[in-house]
């Protein structure tokens, strides 16, 4: 694997074998299109076992177009989004959420990525107002653009917050894997009280498939349109169900997702005493974010491919993913002491 590719972003990873064998199964013969096949049944199935037999599954091509579509189903466009400062739908979406959806995103300050009732509470106001747009849905992103995970008692009190105030409760779950391993639970736990999940399978060793999952009852009376309308809906859309199933049907999605995890808390624990270097939010998923000298930055970005997260800051960004090893981990981890020391003795 290219240095340059390692720590950068899970999206860089390849797929799974696993997922490559249960494509080339899925590619024998015709078969009905536009979710008619039989892997479209096995996945809703495996979407049941997972989170109770009232979801409903619905693949999609990416995760922006889950999130965008999850809103666009619930929302009308006076109705507004609660979201944390920075996240996904926020600063990473080019407006889609906005654009398609219609709906505002209301900003709300969140600690290490992770929103609370009583963090939430401030944005509730002008209920009723018709100069204000009013808010209808809470989005919480889990595992966080941070890199935290809320735990099952965290979503539920949210959740429980929702129900006082009249919001749905959707969750990003782009790492919804890496948030669950991370808890030690299953994904159904994660999501229990919330409306929608952006289920997530790119990140985590698919080609690319991601899934709008309502979790409860009635919410998807006109979906099936709204996601044509969208332009999410796959022709072949055997290719997007098999991949889902090969990480959602087995425990291949707790797999990978340990993994990644253990090589961010690797990376994290080899850092901790690094000179100059301090990271910034708690190592609970995939990723780790240290700020550092941006000499030092510079120097490592010459060898290794990573972002600077935050350009006013310089606070970096650094990605595991379900195929890094150790050794890589440990060689990397080895270049930034190296580095450290070295842009320390030059000042
Ligand atoms: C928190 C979060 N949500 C959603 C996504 C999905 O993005 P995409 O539309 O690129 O699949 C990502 C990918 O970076 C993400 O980090």
């Not at 030092?296 to 290794?304: K, M, N």
Request: hydrophobic share 45%; glycine share 8%.
């Amino acid at each position: 694997m290219e240095a340059l590719h390692l720590i950068n972003s899970d999206n860089q990873a390849p797929a799974h074998p696993e997922v490559v064998a249960a494509l080339l199964e899925a590619n024998a013969g015709s078969a009905p299109s536009y979710g008619a096949c039989r892997w479209s049944r096995a996945f809703e199935e495996c979407v049941r076992t997972h989170f109770g037999p009232q979801a409903s599954a619905w693949p999609v091509f990416n995760g922006t177009a889950a999130n965008v579509l999850s809103i666009a189903a619930l929302l009308r466009p006076h109705e507004a989004v609660l979201c944390a400062r920075g996240a996904h739908i926020e600063i990473d979406e080019c407006g889609a959420p906005e654009r398609y959806s219609g709906s505002k995103l209301i900003l709300v300050e969140s600690e290490h990525g992770k929103l609370s009732p009583s963090l939430v509470k401030r944005a509730i106001h002008s209920i009723g107002d018709i100069h204000r747009v009013q808010p209808r849905m809470l989005s919480i992103s889990n595992s966080t653009e941070c890199g935290t995970v809320y735990q099952p008692a965290e979503v539920q009190a949210l959740a429980q917050f929702c129900r006082e105030h009249a919001l749905y409760l959707h969750i990003d779950g782009a790492r919804i894997s890496n948030a669950a391993a991370s808890a030690g639970t299953g994904l159904g736990e994660m999501v229990d009280g919330a409306d929608v999940l952006s289920l997530g399978g790119t990140k985590n060793g698919l080609f690319g498939a991601e899934a709008v999952v309502f979790l409860k009852p009635g919410l998807d009376a006109a979906f099936g349109y709204q996601r044509k309308q969208g332009m999410q809906l796959a022709s072949k859309h055997r290719f997007l169900a098999a991949q889902l199933s090969a990480l959602y049907g087995t425990d291949l999605w707790r797999r990978n997702a340990q993994r990644a995890n253990q090589l961010a808390r690797r990376l994290a624990e080899a850092l901790l005493d690094a000179p100059g270097l301090r990271i910034t939010h708690p190592v609970e998923a995939n990723a780790v974010f240290a700020l550092l000298p941006s000499a030092a930055v510079q120097d490592l970005q010459q060898r290794w491919g990573f972002h600077v997260w935050d350009e006013f800051s310089g606070e970096v960004r650094w990605m595991c993913a379900w195929n890094g090893t150790e050794a890589m981990i440990d060689a990397f981890a080895q270049d930034v002491r190296t580095t450290l020391v070295r842009h320390t003795q030059h000042h």
